[in-house]
């Protein structure tokens, strides 16, 4: 038996601890609007800075939001 390509639940629980704070942090940057060129920089450092990039997303990125505007027309 070859058990080299299965998934056990120590791998669930690392991907589940690294990809759903990435998809929930890629959600709100898409979201939300920020100043300039920040949301493409926002984005690449979620994508290729892993759990890393998320942390530093939700630590520093949150707070450069633009406050919403509401548009009543």
Known sequence: MNYFLTIGPSQIILILLVFIPTIIALIDILKNEFSGNNKIVWI???????????????????????????KTS
């Open 44 to 70: 690449l450092v979620v994508l290729l800075g892993n759990l890393l990039g998320t942390l530093l997303y939700f630590i520093i990125g949150r707070k450069q939001k633009l406050p919403a505007t509401n």
